[in-house]
């Protein structure tokens, strides 16, 4: 299993952290004094980025490496990364010659309890990458408050798939580049960034419109993996909602939980998973 080796590592408590936060973007070192959080500085091996891969299959490859890995960090390890999204999902080569997925950065990583839902944290404390969380972690009630909703594994595995919407707009593997997003409102505030990803999956039209944009060599992804992706999370979505007497239509995450899995989303894209020789008390 492909896991980040972690060479070395120093814990920086304050008040050591004043001079280093200097370094740090304004986002970051922001979090870091609202939350009296510790900095942790490792050293790891050297990953890139998936736009630097050679070509479609060896991102598919390690796009089922990311899947499975956290799969079973999730299973055996009981832990939620939380912050799947396109700067955390890298690769590197091994001694053959043969490029493998890593997913790195968890920093925002949670322990996750007997019902599958992470623990220390309330409904109204979320993390992640603006472009690449689930829908219902994103959505707000009509003051503005975060609508209450536990993370759970199924949130992490819709993250995998809007990363992979992400890869066949803009990663361009013929130049090794990252092209930019046009698409303002997937990566602006989280109203936007969930109206985005609502409408791509339940608004008429909206589907077809975004993966014309897709470029020429994702094209046979996208119709195996993206459209078959797109429609099952619509459909396990719609399968989650249920009618409350008091407030109408609503989503139940624990539906959804049961709806969205791993043996779904690896059924859907045709790959079985892989034996890996390790026990259940790992």
Same mark, same amino acid.
């Given at each position: 299993m492909?896991?980040?080796?972690?060479k070395?590592w120093?814990k920086?408590?304050?008040? +050591? =952290?004043?001079g280093l936060l &200097?370094?740090?973007?304004?986002?970051?070192? #922001?979090?870091?004094?609202?939350?009296s959080r510790?900095?942790?500085?490792?050293?790891t091996q050297?990953?890139?980025?998936?736009?630097?891969?050679?070509?479609?299959e060896?991102?598919?490859?390690?796009y089922i490496?990311l899947?499975?890995?956290?799969?079973?960090a999730y299973?055996y390890?009981?832990?939620l990364?939380r912050?799947v999204?396109e700067?955390?999902?890298?690769s590197?080569r091994g001694?053959?010659g043969?490029?493998?997925?890593?997913?790195?950065?968890?920093?925002?990583?949670c322990?996750?309890?007997a019902?599958g839902?992470?623990?220390?944290?309330?409904?109204?404390?979320?993390?992640g990458?603006?472009?690449f969380?689930?829908? +219902? =972690?994103?959505r707000?009630? &009509?003051d503005?408050?975060?609508?209450?909703? #536990?993370?759970?594994?199924?949130?992490?595995?819709e993250?995998?798939?809007?990363?992979l919407?992400w890869?066949?707009?803009?990663?361009?593997?013929?130049?090794?580049?990252?092209l930019?997003?046009?698409?303002?409102?997937?990566?602006?505030?989280?109203?936007?960034s969930n109206?985005?990803?609502w409408?791509f999956?339940?608004?008429?039209?909206?589907l077809?419109?975004?993966?014309?944009?897709?470029?020429?060599?994702?094209?046979?992804t996208?119709?195996?993996?993206?459209i078959?992706?797109?429609?099952?999370?619509c459909?396990?979505?719609?399968?989650s909602?249920?009618?409350d007497?008091?407030a109408?239509?609503?989503?139940?995450?624990s539906?959804?939980?049961?709806?969205?899995t791993?043996?779904?989303?690896?059924?859907?894209?045709k790959?079985t998973?892989?034996?890996?020789a390790?026990g259940?008390?790992?």
């Amino acid at each position: 299993m492909h896991f980040p080796a972690v060479k070395a590592w120093r814990k920086f408590e304050p008040p +050591e =952290l004043c001079g280093l936060l &200097a370094l740090l973007d304004e986002a970051i070192r #922001d979090a870091i004094l609202r939350g009296s959080r510790t900095l942790v500085y490792e050293v790891t091996q050297y990953l890139k980025p998936l736009w630097e891969l050679e070509s479609v299959e060896e991102f598919e490859r390690c796009y089922i490496d990311l899947l499975e890995m956290h799969f079973h960090a999730y299973t055996y390890g009981r832990v939620l990364h939380r912050d799947v999204s396109e700067n955390n999902a890298m690769s590197r080569r091994g001694d053959d010659g043969k490029a493998v997925g890593f997913l790195n950065d968890w920093d925002l990583s949670c322990f996750v309890n007997a019902d599958g839902v992470g623990e220390g944290l309330t409904s109204q404390h979320r993390t992640g990458t603006t472009p690449f969380m689930a829908v +219902e =972690l994103q959505r707000r009630a &009509a003051d503005g408050t975060c609508v209450a909703a #536990d993370h759970r594994y199924c949130h992490d595995l819709e993250s995998f798939f809007w990363l992979l919407l992400w890869a066949v707009l803009h990663f361009d593997l013929e130049n090794k580049c990252r092209l930019i997003c046009t698409y303002e409102q997937w990566t602006g505030d989280w109203a936007g960034s969930n109206s985005f990803k609502w409408n791509f999956l339940h608004k008429a039209g909206t589907l077809s419109a975004v993966l014309k944009n897709a470029l020429d060599m994702w094209k046979g992804t996208v119709k195996r993996w993206v459209i078959p992706l797109a429609r099952m999370i619509c459909d396990a979505r719609e399968r989650s909602t249920r009618w409350d007497d008091e407030a109408g239509k609503v989503f139940d995450d624990s539906i959804y939980a049961k709806e969205l899995t791993f043996e779904a989303f690896m059924h859907t894209i045709k790959q079985t998973p892989r034996e890996w020789a390790h026990g259940k008390e790992a």
